[in-house]
């Protein structure tokens, strides 16, 4: 029902910047971006974004009888510093590959761009959101 409601909670280490965040049952170690064994929230950023796109695009897909045969992604992120502002995201690109029939591409393609533009978390960042799909058709 909408509205909905998000909660996570985080405890610090009492050490550097770790800490742990709950998100729903998951108890997970966070950081800093150098820390390469722990999340840090510049990656859980573009990790929330590539799952939102897979999230809308399966959701879409399955409203419009689209079978998907297989997806994977990658996400990266161009961060910036401006003095006076500080950093921030200029943007984030989601690139998908998607295998359905060769007989569904086009309509894979319009749900593909539908599900970008609808997506929540990319609606709600404030720099640019791109999205480029590669295709294999069976």
Not at 2 to 16: L, N, R, V
Not at 39 to 63: K, Q, R, S, V, W
Not at 92 to 102: D, G, L, Q, S, W
């Amino acid at each position: 029902a909408i509205p909905m409601h998000y909660e996570t909670s985080f405890a610090w280490s009492g050490a550097d910047e770790h800490g742990d965040i709950a998100l729903k049952a998951l108890q997970l170690p966070t950081g800093s971006p150098s820390d390469s064994d722990r999340l840090d929230p510049e990656h859980m950023l573009l990790g929330a974004a590539e799952i939102c796109l897979f999230n809308t695009f399966a959701a879409i897909a399955a409203n419009s009888n689209l079978t998907i045969v297989s997806y994977s992604s990658s996400a990266s992120g161009e961060l910036s510093f401006t003095k006076g502002e500080g950093y921030r995201f200029e943007s984030i690109t989601v690139k998908a590959k998607v295998t359905v029939a060769e007989a569904d591409l086009r309509k894979a393609e319009r749900i593909l761009e539908k599900s970008h533009s609808a997506c929540l978390i990319t609606r709600s960042l404030g720099c640019e959101s791109a999205m480029e799909a590669e295709w294999v058709t069976q």
